[in-house]
């Protein structure tokens, strides 16, 4: 089973991360919405764990209302990520099977061409643009913080990849499954505090809320 970007690499939405950030006050959806005839019906829900949620808010706290960056190279990477929940499945269930696999290449896909795109705060482009060079892949230079920001915008990215209900449905659950192995990682795999950094360095107008 895959899923590529396709189509939904063309309708990613520029605006920050910060409109689905989950803190108290809800704002308007982007885009989903709009698209109408059976979009919204069709949007893979994903569950995120309260501890995880929690963790989004605290990251969100820490570059837009602290001024703090992640510090970068992080470790472990994305990269690094993807491979150890591979193993984890591969000893847990004797032999990972092959669209485990898949959807990890694709949860990989979706961060590098979503990270500058709809994942990074206005306060870390600065740091983004300093990382990412000689097309380096963000996935080798960014950790779980981002990652987890990504499975926030997956329901809205994946409402554009034509997939059946049934593929749909098990897509879901291997999503779910793998967010809780995040959050039963959740000590090794995020930082317990942020570098306090120059976050809105050369910015010096505008807000960051």
């Known amino acids: 089973m895959t899923f590529t970007l396709n189509s939904a690499d063309a309708k990613m939405d520029k605006e920050d991360f910060k409109n689905n950030v989950p803190k108290g006050k809800k704002r308007k959806s982007d885009g989903v919405a709009e698209k109408g005839s059976g979009t919204v019906e069709k949007l893979v829900k994903i569950q995120i764990p309260a501890t995880l949620k929690k963790q989004l808010v605290d990251d969100w706290d820490s570059v837009t209302q602290q001024d703090k960056l992640v510090k970068l190279p992080r470790s472990p990477t994305v990269d690094e990520i993807l491979t150890k929940y591979l193993e984890f499945k591969s000893k847990k269930d004797g032999m990972a099977p092959d669209s485990i696999g898949e959807i990890l290449k694709g949860i990989r896909c979706y961060f590098d061409k979503a990270l500058p795109m709809m994942l ?54 291997k999503l779910t499954d793998f967010l809780k192995f995040l959050q039963k990682n959740q000590s090794t795999f995020f930082l317990s505090a942020y570098d306090v950094t120059k976050a809105s360095e050369g910015k010096g107008k505008g807000k960051d809320e």
Do not use: C, W
């Open 120 to 173: 990074l705060y206005k306060k870390e482009r600065k740091q983004y643009n300093d990382a990412i060079v000689d097309n380096v892949s963000p996935s080798t230079i960014y950790g779980a913080e981002h990652l987890l920001r990504l499975f926030v915008k997956l329901p809205e990215l994946l409402a554009y990849v034509n997939m059946e209900e049934e593929t749909l449905n098990r897509l879901q659950q």
